[in-house]
């Protein structure tokens, strides 16, 4: 299982690889610091599932999003992020999101999401 951790900080995209892999031990991971750098590897690399944060520089998550929507492109989304508003959350699964997990977040939380999507 092939799948695309996209942050802008290194630190947190070690922390979801570790997290999905306690319970995906098999992925392959690949990694972006944002939404532009996503659009390339999705091109390239064709994963079954993207994990995004919502701020980053030159391309934020929901740009990202609606721009991967836009190209046809329908690999199953999932946000990991500080942002937690009910707008925020609404936006996302308009713009074609399936899951939303909040930071912090608990293996738990990852395992649903994971369920969810995957």
Known sequence: ???????DSRAMRMIVKRNVSQIEPDAEFLEA??????L???ANEQPVLVLCDWNMPEMNGIEFLKVLRAQGSDVPFGFVT???????REA???AGAQ???AKPFTGE???ELLNGVV
């Open 1 to 7: 299982m092939k799948i695309l951790v996209v942050d």
């Open 33 to 38: 610091e944002n939404g532009a750098q996503a």
């Open 92 to 94: 996302a699964i308009a």
């Open 109 to 111: 939380a990852f395992q």
């Open 40 to 42: 390339e590897l999705i």
């Open 99 to 101: 899951a939303f997990l």
């Open 82 to 88: 500080s942002e937690t508003q009910p707008a925020m």
